[in-house]
T-cell receptor, first 115, second 117 residues
């Protein structure tokens, strides 16, 4: 079946450190891949996405590349800030029978950045 | 401003007392869905709707009902809430649900935190 696995948190970093949050997926067909971010007390908002193999999504200094050969979509940022502290969700959207597409989420990774 | 709104944001209730959480979007989206978020489990889909009067079960539908009488609204109904429905609930909408709709971004509401005593 379709599933998303992401590294467990919490991830604790100092400001300006390099960030990697691993995400791997299992899917049939050609899913789209997403990273959503949830800041404290807020809903989810899209951080970046990639809709086909080898695409790179980027936003606010974050990047992730859709790697079909390794079924991965790891999130990276070169220099994190305190304001990046949040929960990050990896997700895929895949086609299901019945003609609709469904978003499947990983468990989420909490990031805490300290000054 | 394009947005998904939910009400209420916080709710404390008792077992068995029917409640409704409202969801509304102003983007003319066809597809709407409800998720619950629980620690260590991420978000799981409760129900979804592909358009007006078209709804279907997601992964965890037990104990919930929905309706889609208008395109913009998608309320979540708990007929007889139980403590295991204590959770954080999110409504989401997106432009399309079929074919290349999988490339579309889903827009989420701010969440409703529910405590069932």
């Amino acid at each position: 079946g379709n599933s998303v696995t992401q590294m467990e948190g919490p991830v604790t970093l100092s400001e300006e450190a390099f960030l990697t949050i691993n995400c791997t997926y299992t899917a049939t067909g050609y899913p789209s891949l997403f990273w959503y971010v949830q800041y404290p007390g807020e809903g989810l908002q899209l951080l970046l996405k990639a809709t086909k193999a080898d695409d790179k999504g980027s936003n606010k200094g974050f990047e992730a590349t859709y790697r079909k050969e390794t079924t991965s979509f790891h999130l990276e940022k070169g220099s994190v800030q305190v304001s990046d502290s949040a929960v990050y969700f990896c997700a895929l959207s895949a086609a299901f029978s019945g003609g609709y597409n469904k978003l499947i989420f990983g468990a989420g990774t909490r990031l805490a950045v300290h000054p | 401003e394009a947005q998904v709104t939910q009400n209420p944001r916080y709710l404390i209730t008792v077992t068995g007392k029917k409640l409704t959480v409202t969801c509304s979007q102003n983007m003319n989206h066809e597809y709407m869905s409800w998720y619950r978020q629980d620690p260590g489990l991420g978000l799981r889909q409760i129900y979804y709707s592909m358009n007006v009067e078209v709804t279907d079960k997601g992964d965890v539908p037990e104990g919930y009902k929905v309706s889609r009488k208008e395109k913009r609204n998608f309320p979540l109904i708990l007929e007889s809430p139980s403590p295991n429905q204590t959770s954080l609930y999110f409504c989401a909408s997106t432009k399309g649900s079929s074919g290349f709709g999988r490339r579309e971004t889903q827009y989420f509401g701010p969440g409703t935190r529910l405590l069932v005593l």
